[in-house]
């Protein structure tokens, strides 16, 4: 490698030698009156010259130019050599002058020094992108366009002009396109890299068939999910792949990347338009903060890291029981975010004592709780655990933070608390009435943030129906109108962190989840983006409701006081008819008392009793792997 780099370098060196030569006497033929001779300008010549053949490679040597690859040279580039070339011509300018006047040769031009300047640029730059040129025409060469896959790219923004510069560049991933599909009319018939913009969104079916796509990719990180479903389903009748890049949400902390493209999932159809974070709130609330995160290996714990890792903390400390996730999350975040101090905590929130150590040893400043026993099943037929998890490790969280002076603490709550038919809702409703007691009594920054389900965390639904999908079916629905709020990971997440900036202390936001999703629409959905079709390639049947479901959840108490936040899609609830602290904390310790005694009827009891709305049956849902 050694000996190729010392010569590709010496032959631009030798290159610029050359036209260093040429643009000094080209500039002295330009300027000189018809009918002189240049031989009357030797003096002037020779003495350029030898300035420009010192100055000029010195300059460039310093400004790097003689360490790059021009194979990959682009606008950064550009800018170097534009900056290299007036450098350079502003010392030879100074020096000729002054050796002009020092030799008495008055009658030197100064517009000479002017044109060499515009010639050095154009022969500087032409020289080192002539090699960029060279080396995309060799692998266009190497790689047919006829073993090719013809792509149509819909999006004409940054996005898809990056997905098209890198196809261009990488030939080997046997991806050329072939036009753009966007929807602003300013963009049309216009070029990009070359490639055409050559219709709508609208026109995308019969574009496939004219132009013989053989693939489309979605280069629109905030197309909606509305965008996205009409893409895939023309795709799927046109029976040709489509591929898409993340959404805004999920590509915050990272990058925009070509590498990033990957096959259309039922997230991407579910992906709401993008809205706007107040960048200064959070930023105030977490910059240079020591931020601690509970539950920091599950799926809203570890996303609620990546996120606030962007966000420049001081420290970001990884709290959670299952070792083989801290470690996962830690290994993420390590390779995106290189000079972020980050600890990992491997610890147990129902152990007091241990917490207690840990925040005082590390003493965070902000605490997300994200911590918790969320399966409903499973916690249905292990209320026990539930109580001891969800109520006792929250109020184990909400003193160690009090003792140890956090300044804010955010829980991360669920819609399955609002009139509770599961041991699940109404554990995690006992856990805000503790985080909101905390706020009211000590006058902290403590506050709630409740939303619907999240797709793909750990056993959601998505989860279970691409395992009953892979096993070939049937997919399992309990009721054709069973429906629920969903919301992506990162977008709830994204949401989190804004409602949390805002909190002053006793709140409850909610999330604005939209419309609620028949569980069934979902299920074919996925069927289809599987490549199969529901009823033909893969059953659903229906399995009956279950004792204590609900077909719809409520995000709020019928009759809830709500306000909207400074953010569109926040809302603030003004909980009413909590009990009194003194009342709280009898009733929580006697529940736990409950638990440790393992006395599962009595705890369902007391939860029916305390929780506004519960219904809560103590007996274990008959199937435990039904979907809700």
């Known amino acids: 490698m050694k000996p190729h780099f010392l010569a590709r370098n010496r032959t631009v060196l030798i290159g610029d030698l050359l036209l260093i030569l040429v643009c000094v006497l080209g500039s002295f033929v330009l300027r ?75 009658d030197f031009s100064r517009l000479v020094l002017v044109i060499d300047f515009m010639l050095s640029l154009l022969a500087v730059g032409g020289l080192r992108f002539s090699y960029r040129l060279f080396a995309e025409s060799q692998l266009t060469s190497k790689h047919p366009e006829s073993r090719q896959k013809r792509v149509l790219i819909v999006g004409a923004g940054d996005a898809g002009a ?98 990033r493209l990957r096959e259309v999932d039922i997230t991407d159809l579910l992906r709401r338009t993008p809205t706007n974070i107040d960048t200064e709130l959070v930023g105030l609330s977490l910059g240079g903060r020591g931020v601690l995160v509970t539950g920091a290996g599950g799926s809203i714990g570890r996303e609620l890291c990546h996120q606030i890792a962007r966000w420049e903390p001081k420290e970001l400390f990884l709290l959670g029981h299952g070792e083989n996730s801290i470690f996962e999350t830690l290994i993420e975040l390590e390779q995106n975010y290189t000079s972020l101090k980050i600890l990992p905590l491997i610890a147990d929130i129902r152990d007091r004592e241990y917490l207690s150590h840990l925040f005082t040893t590390y003493t965070p400043q902000v605490v997300f709780h994200a911590a918790a026993h969320k399966h409903v099943p499973l916690m249905q037929a292990n209320i026990e655990e539930a109580v001891s998890n969800n109520v006792l490790g929250t109020r184990n969280v909400v003193e160690v933070s009090l003792e140890s002076n956090v300044q804010k603490l955010v829980m991360i709550s669920t819609d399955k608390a609002i009139c509770p038919t599961s041991v699940y809702g109404a554990t995690k409703r006992i856990g805000e009435m503790l985080i909101l007691d905390a706020a009211r009594r000590f006058g ?16 959601s639904v998505l989860l279970l129906f691409k395992r009953q999908i892979d096993y070939g079916g049937p997919v399992t629905v309990t009721h054709p109108d069973m429906q629920r709020y969903f919301m992506t990971i990162p977008e709830a997440v994204h949401l989190v962190l804004q409602a949390s900036a805002m909190g002053k202390g006793g709140e409850v936001f909610v999330l604005d989840m939209g419309e609620q999703i028949r569980i069934y629409d979902l299920a074919q959905d996925l069927i289809r983006l599987s490549g199969l079709e529901p009823g033909k390639d893969i059953e659903i049947i229906f399995t009956g409701i279950r004792p204590g479901e609900k077909l719809s959840e409520a995000l709020w108490d019928e009759g809830a006081d709500y306000v909207p936040t400074q953010h569109p899609d926040i809302l603030r609830l003004n909980e009413n008819g909590i009990s009194t602290s003194t009342e709280l904390q009898g009733t929580v310790t006697d529940l736990i008392g409950l638990a440790k005694q393992s006395d599962p009827d009595q705890i369902v009891k007391m939860l029916n009793r305390i929780v506004p709305g519960a219904v809560v049956s103590s007996k274990p849902l008959p199937d435990i792997t039904s979907v809700i």
């Open 444 to 459: 902290k920054s403590y506050s709630v943030v409740r939303f619907g389900n999240v797709l793909g965390s750990r056993g």
């Open 32 to 106: 000189v009156p018809l009918g002189a001779r240049l031989y009357d300008f030797r003096y002037q010549i020779l003495t350029m010259i030898g300035v420009a053949l010192l100055v000029k490679p010195l300059v460039y040597y310093q400004f790097g130019l003689y360490r790059r690859v021009w194979a990959y040279a682009s606008i950064r580039e550009l800018k170097l050599i534009a900056l290299a070339v007036t450098t350079a011509s502003i010392i030879v300018s100074i020096i000729v002058i002054l050796l002009s006047t020092i030799m008495a040769k008055r």
């Open 162 to 259: 990056l997905v098209v510069r890198e196809m261009q560049r990488n030939p080997q991933a046997n991806l050329t396109a072939i036009g753009f599909v966007d929807d602003d009319p300013a963009k049309l018939k216009q070029e990009i890299h070359g490639i055409p913009v050559i219709g709508n969104l609208d026109e995308l079916g019969r574009l496939i068939g004219l132009k013989q796509a053989d693939e489309v990719i979605i280069a629109i990180p905030s197309a909606s999910g509305q965008v996205v479903r009409k893409v895939t389903e023309i795709c799927r009748n046109k029976n040709i792949p489509s591929r898409t890049m993340p959404s805004l949400h999920e590509l915050i902390g990272g990058k925009v990347s070509v590498n």
